[in-house]
T-cell receptor, first 112, second 110 residues
Framework: DTAVSQTPKYLVTQMGNDKSIKCEQN?????MYWYKQDSKKFLKIMFS???????INETVPNRFSPKSPDKAHLNLHINSLELGDSAVYFC???????????FGPGTRLTVL | SQELEQSPQSLIVQEGKNLTINCTSS?????LYWYKQKYGEGLIFLMM?????EEKSHEKITAKLDEKKQQSSLHITASQPSHAGIYLC??????????FGTGTRLTVIP
């Protein structure tokens, strides 16, 4: 069974569109995260979220918003996509704040 | 803000050779994580180090955290093609939000 899964694996879309990336974890973890990996393979935290608190990296544009329908899911919604949003987005989860993080396989977003 | 520098940025070794990847922080580390990313895939957790002087091993990979907790090294013994990938060190930036180094791309030539 996949521990942390993301859909879709690839997403190609036009500038200006709104899109969502889904993430699910079946590990029973309390905290989930979204990371962005740019073309230079630099990985940066975007959000961390548990059922009590959302922590946002201040550099993330407000076009990006995490949505959590329940503890096992943290979806990433992006409004008005821009060329610079093209990257690989990774979802992760951990049992508690400070614990080992398990990563999903990534979603490669290409904005044309 | 805290930064992590990895060296080298890329490494090409012959199969069977030993190698070391370094990760240096501008500030004291309170949790240093090593991950491996295979090309086009997700991150695989390797090890976490928390205490100064700590050393952990898994199969042929050994990671150490220095006493001052500002530098970590990852050592691979008798490298194999399966070791190829991008190695990332990550540190806890607070609230378990990891921030990562720039990565080291390892190529192992059979």
């Amino acid at each position: 069974d996949t521990a942390v899964s993301q859909t879709p694996k690839y997403l190609v879309t036009q500038m200006g569109n709104d899109k969502s990336i889904k993430c699910e974890q079946n590990l029973g973890h309390d905290t989930m995260y979204w990371y962005k990996q740019d073309s230079k393979k630099f990985l940066k935290i975007m959000f961390s979220y548990n059922n009590k608190e959302l922590i946002i990296n201040e550099t993330v544009p407000n076009r990006f918003s995490p949505k959590s329908p329940d503890k096992a899911h943290l979806n990433l919604h992006i409004n008005s996509l821009e060329l610079g949003d093209s990257a690989v987005y990774f979802c992760a989860s951990s049992r508690r704040s400070g614990g080992e993080q398990f990563f999903g396989p990534g979603t490669r977003l290409t904005v044309l | 803000s805290q930064e992590l520098e990895q060296s080298p940025q890329s490494l090409i070794v012959q199969e069977g050779k030993n190698l070391t990847i370094n990760c240096t922080s501008s500030k004291t580390l309170y949790g240093l994580y090593w991950y491996k990313q295979k090309y086009g895939e997700g991150l695989i957790f390797l090890m976490m180090l928390q205490k100064g002087g700590e050393e952990k091993s898994h199969e042929k990979i050994t990671a150490k955290l220095d006493e001052k907790k500002q530098q970590s090294s990852l050592h691979i013994t008798a490298s194999q093609p399966s070791h190829a990938g991008i190695y990332l060190c990550g540190a806890d930036g607070g609230a378990n939000n990891l921030f990562f180094g720039t990565g080291t791309r390892l190529t192992v030539i059979p």
